[in-house]
């Protein structure tokens, strides 16, 4: 990169180290997200590699119960927090202002530090699985009293929370503050693209949601070390008021997973169906009363504690009422796809999957939404079948339609589009045969978080692994793939999909170290979605 | 900067700290909720009346006592009797005994919970060991006491209800 630069007359950028660490690039900081997220995720998926394994079998093979149950909690942590949010800021940080006709993010100071913040969490977090103790075992949802038997790893997970809450809240108000003031002329709230939407509205939910959590965590700090009684029975306290505050986050959490993968696809699957977005503005709508509707359903996480009858009845149409909005984005993006001339490129393929495997997801969401059958499913393989669909063959496929949608942008160069076909159909292939064995195993009884299991869930499980490493696998071909386009290829035309319509396809690619210095000139067609 | 950004920036900011504050708000406000709504299992206290004038009633109810030990508690609790037939709108008396097995003096306390949840409601103490932290000297045994009154309004469809207590080892500072 140093070389580059002095052949460089009207795009000056800084060299070296310099440029990342102090970077205040609004690109070079997406890449530092995006690459970040990706380390994270195969860290975090090295330790779903440990879980599968140990479950290839019924009883103890590889490792101890207590190490075990680290995996299982700081897999989940990284992956959330270390993998799909900042993926997804990091899209956000990239396309943005290219998408608002925006010079930068608003706040380009304040976007290295959020950046910056999260690799000295990440070590903080990680580094407690070499503390005497072990690391937090607790599982991700921290339930005292269990999560205060932490060793010496406790204060250490704390502090990664509350700096990781600082980091996404800065990114956030980074966000809004961008869009709500940095538009090019022309560019209304509600011609705005789909994605860009979808952050926006993120961003609200991280700042309503994240400072809840930073409390609850705080609130477990002092239980353990400063003699107060939160959650402690004994001083008056009460360990379901913890669940409380922490689904009250946590609901809103899994939209801010979901609601950037429902931007993706807003924007992919247009462009490869060659059709406008149906119904735009629902779509806008439809997130926003999600959105709402989020934080007043946390209680299905909780069915099982002995809530009153009133609560459960209450907290089970709620749900039911997410999946209406949920159901009018599933709807548009079919019928965005129906009658349209559509090729299959990579990342139309994912997006696609998305839509079709979220929605599984979605359906066995809305089986646990129902109180009753809960009692049954709550706490077993069922709810992991679940939230991996939504997840995994959710957000994370969603993330990766965007990589390879935006990819030729970023790079200059197309990526090979064979290996992103085969990258996409082992992906597909393998994390159903990782996930969906799981709804049996938990229907007939398979509790989460164990590391042995009754003999007659073997057969199950073993198929589950061998997805697990498949998919596993798989994964390193897009690492492959990434690399070898960000090194060359043929070249990148501006509009890299003919169909994809949108600010960031009229500037060059790869786009150059600053766009839109002087706000662009819309015209009709750059605002169509 | 521009002012715009500035002015949400600071906005947003002061949302995240509102945030913050209402996390914590959660604390008396469940605390609150869960007294109107009697939803765990918290019984309340009353002063008695000594020269109650209104009548009891002639329904019968079914009080069972439960008695536990949190792990980090090294006592033992068990009702003196398991179950107790009451009339609504009467005072009863009954009794736990309370054994410290270990020879340290150790100071716990008891917390109760009625349930169905919505017995709680309707379920009243004048007296009981769990007002305050209770302490045990090495090896010794007591009897401890709650006295207590079934409301008479009660629902109908109650018929038993149970008392159960925990003890836990008392957190320094506390009371
Ligand atoms: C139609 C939409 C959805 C409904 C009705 C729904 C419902 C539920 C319910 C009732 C549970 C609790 C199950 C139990 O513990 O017994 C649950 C768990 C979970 N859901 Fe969903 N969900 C939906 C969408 C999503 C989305 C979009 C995500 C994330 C992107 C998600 C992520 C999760 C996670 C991570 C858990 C497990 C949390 C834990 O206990 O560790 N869900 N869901
Ligand atoms: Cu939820």
Same mark, same amino acid.
């Given at each position: ?9 009207h ?6 180290l310099k440029?990342w660490?102090f970077s ?8 530092l997200y ?8 195969f860290?975090g998926?090295?330790m ?7 479950l290839?079998q ?19 942590? #990284? ?9 997804g800021?990091g ?24 950046f910056?913040i ?9 580094? =407690?699985?070499?503390? !005497? ?13 269990l999560?205060?038997?932490? +060793?010496?790893a ?9 700096f ?5 809240i800065?990114?956030? #108000?980074?966000?809004?503050a961008?869009?709500f003031?940095m ?15 979808t952050?926006?509205?993120?961003s609200? @939910? ?16 002092t239980?353990? &070390? *400063? ?13 379901v008021?913890?669940?409380h ?6 609901h809103p959490?899994?939209y801010?997973?979901a609601?950037p993968?429902?931007?993706?696809v807003?924007?992919v ?6 059709k406008? @977005? ?11 009363s999600?959105?709402?509707?989020s934080f007043?359903?946390?209680?299905h996480?909780?069915?099982?504690v002995? @809530?009153?009858? %009133?609560?459960e009845?209450?907290?089970m ?6 999946a209406?909005?949920?159901?009018v984005?599933v ?13 299959? !490129?990579t ?6 999957? *998305? ?10 969401g @809305?089986?646990?939404g129902?109180t009753?059958?809960?009692?049954q499913?709550?706490?077993? &393989?069922?709810?992991v079948?679940?939230?991996?669909y939504?997840?995994l =063959?959710?957000?994370i496929?969603?993330l990766?339609?965007?990589v390879y ?5 970023w ?9 992103g076909?085969?990258?996409f ?6 994390s ?27 057969d ?12 596993g ?14 090194? +060359? ?5 501006p509009r890299v999909w !003919?169909g994809? %319509?949108?600010l960031e ?6 786009a ?5 210095e002087?706000?662009? %000139? ?7 979605h | 900067?521009q002012?715009?950004?500035? $002015?949400?920036?600071?906005?947003l ?18 605390d ?10 918290k ?14 009633s ?9 008695a536990n030990?949190?792990g980090n508690?090294?006592w ?8 107790m037939?009451?009339?609504p709108?009467?005072?009863y ?8 097995i270990?020879d340290?003096d150790?100071?716990?306390?008891a917390?109760p ?9 309707? /379920?009243? $103490? ?5 007002f305050?932290?209770?302490l045990?000297k ?9 006295r /207590? ?7 109908d469809?109650?018929?038993s209800?149970?008392l159960s ?7 320094a500072?506390n009371?």
């Open positions: 990169m140093s070389t580059l630069a002095h052949d460089d007359h795009d000056h950028k800084p060299t070296g440029r660490f205040t690039n609004h690109k070079d900081i997406g890449t995006l690459i970040f997220a990706l380390v994270m995720f860290v998926g090295s779903a590699m440990i879980i599968r394994a140990e290839f019924p009883g103890l093979q590889f490792v101890d119960p207590q190490f075990y149950n680290s995996m299982v909690t700081v897999h989940a942590l #990284i992956m959330i927090f270390g993998a799909v949010m900042p993926a800021v899209l956000a940080n990239w396309m943005i202002p290219l998408m608002v006709g925006a010079p930068d993010m608003a706040l380009p100071r304040m976007n290295n530090m959020s910056w999260l690799p000295f969490a990440f070590a903080l977090l990680i580094s =407690t699985l070499f503390m !005497e103790g072990g690391g937090p075992a607790g599982g991700w949802t921290m339930y005292p009293p999560v205060l038997q932490t +060793g010496n406790f204060p250490f997970l704390i502090f990664a929370i509350h990781l809450g600082v980091s996404s800065m990114g956030a #108000i980074n966000i809004i961008t869009v003031n538009r090019a002329p022309g560019m209304t709230l509600m011609k705005m693209p789909l994605f860009v939407w952050w926006v509205i993120t609200f @939910l991280l700042i309503a949601s994240l400072p809840v959590l930073a409390g609850g965590v705080t609130m477990l700090l239980d353990k &070390y *400063f003699g107060t009684s939160f959650f402690d029975a004994a001083g008056g306290g009460d360990p008021l913890f669940q505050i922490f689904w009250f986050f946590g959490e899994v801010i997973l609601l993968a429902f931007g993706i807003s924007q699957i247009p462009a490869f169906a060659r406008p @977005l149906f119904g735009y503005a629902s779509m806008v709508y439809a997130t926003a999600i959105a709402i509707l007043f359903v946390w209680a996480h909780m069915f099982t002995g @809530l009153p009858i %009133k609560g009845l209450f907290f149409y709620a749900t039911m009422l997410i209406v909005p949920t159901g984005k709807f548009n993006w079919i019928a965005t796809m129906w009658k349209g001339a559509m090729t299959f !490129e990342p139309m393929l994912f997006s696609i999957a *998305f839509v079709i495997l979220f929605t599984i997801g979605g359906f066995s @809305l089986m646990l129902i009753p059958v809960d009692f499913y709550h706490d077993t &393989y069922f709810v079948a679940h939230f991996h939504v997840l =063959t959710g957000a496929f969603a990766m339609s965007a949608y935006w990819l030729p942008k790079t200059g160069y197309m990526y090979d589009e064979r290996l076909k085969i990258h159909w082992l992906s597909l292939i393998s159903n045969v990782l996930f969906f064995p799981q709804h049996f195993l938990g229907l007939a009884g398979m509790p989460r978080r164990i590391p042995d299991y009754n003999i007659q869930f073997a199950f499980n073993a198929i589950s692994s061998i997805g697990g490493f498949a998919y696998i798989t994964q390193l071909l897009f690492v492959y793939i990434v690399i070898k386009c960000a090194l +060359g290829g043929k070249k990148a035309k !003919e994809a %319509k949108g396809w009229t500037v060059p690619s790869p150059p170290f600053h766009t839109f002087t706000p662009p %000139k819309l015209t009709k067609e750059m605002l169509e | 900067m002012r715009g950004v500035k $002015k949400t920036t600071l906005k900011f002061l949302f995240a700290i509102l945030m913050f504050g209402f996390g914590y708000a959660m604390v008396p406000l469940y609150v909720f869960c007294d109107i709504t009697g939803i765990n299992g019984t309340s206290r009353v002063v008695e009346n000594k020269n109650q004038s209104n009548v009891v002639d329904r019968w109810v079914k009080v069972k006592f439960d030990i949190n508690l090294p033992r609790l068990k009702p003196q009797v398991r179950n037939k009451v009339q709108g009467k005072f008396e009954a009794t736990y005994i309370v054994e410290n270990l340290v150790i100071v716990g306390q917390i919970s009625v349930s169905p949840q919505i017995a709680s409601l309707y /379920f009243k $103490k004048s007296e009981c060991f769990c305050v932290n209770q045990l090495g090896y010794e045994t007591k009897e401890m006491v709650v /207590f009154e079934v409301d008479k309004e009660l629902p469809d109650v018929t209800l149970t207590y925990t003890f836990f080892r008392a957190k500072g009371s």
